[in-house]
């Protein structure tokens, strides 16, 4: 199994919901990211995880809460977010974990959920 | 901390033209560089990359690129595009425990 996987596709969600989205990977990877990415925008790096613990916090708002369950396993908790939090968020992962040279492997994508804030 | 420059935001080539889009890099060490190509909706796809070696480096779907460190660039190139080629574009560079894309390239294919 060489992909990743995100679910839901689609989100719709009020300002006062809490949802979570899900990311799974089978490679063995030990090294997992979240990134938001806005409409004709480049992803932003929002989080890393490596070997299950959180490695880097860009500074994110905490109406975003991430969650490693397992190293297959990457959540991203959702709650009282703004309708500016609309867009594509894509997970991410790679071989080995974090530490030195962490952001020098290829990254594997998944398809993304695509999330809008009313 | 590095970055990405991608000159172009858009271009537009004629299926079957040759294409090359642009990158050009900041970083003091030795980069770690990407392309990845997004199709509307979906995640990104590496074509290639390049970290040491041959400086012409070979991709997937016909694409390469070669790095030229006297200018910092990164250029990717194809000799002839086919209509599933038009997709964004982004060029990437690793390292300082940091991931930076560029604004990315949008490429539109003429039939």
């Known amino acids: 199994d060489t992909e990743v996987t995100q679910t839901p596709k689609h989100l719709v969600m009020g300002m006062t919901n809490k949802k979570s989205l899900k990311c799974e990977q089978h490679m063995g990877h030990r090294a997992m990211y979240w990134y938001k990415q806005k409409a004709k925008k480049p992803p932003e790096l929002m989080f890393v995880?490596?070997?299950?613990?959180l490695s880097i916090n860009e500074s994110v708002p905490s109406r975003f809460s991430p969650e490693c369950p397992n190293s297959s396993l990457l959540n991203l908790h959702l709650h009282a977010l703004q309708p500016e939090d609309s867009a594509l968020y894509l997970c991410?992962?790679?071989?080995?974990?974090w530490g030195a040279g962490g952001m020098t492997r290829e990254q594997f994508f998944g398809p993304g959920t695509r999330l809008t804030v009313l | 901390a590095q970055s990405v420059t991608q000159p172009d935001i858009h271009i537009t080539v004629s299926e079957g033209a040759s294409l090359e889009l642009r990158c050009n890099y900041s970083?003091?060490?030795?980069?770690?560089l990407f392309w990845y190509v997004q199709s509307p909706g979906q995640g990104l796809q590496l074509l290639l990359k390049?970290?040491?070696?041959?400086?012409l480096v070979q991709g997937i779907k016909g694409f390469e690129a070669e790095f030229k460190r006297s200018q910092s660039s990164f250029n990717l190139r194809k000799p002839s595009v086919h209509w599933s080629d038009a997709a964004e574009y982004f060029c990437a560079v690793g390292g300082n425990n940091d991931m930076r894309f560029g604004a990315g390239t949008r490429l539109t294919v003429k039939p």
């Open positions: 390049y970290f040491s070696g041959d400086t």
């Open positions: 991410a992962s790679s071989h080995g974990g």
């Open positions: 995880y490596s070997y299950e613990k």
């Open positions: 970083y003091g060490a030795t980069p770690y």
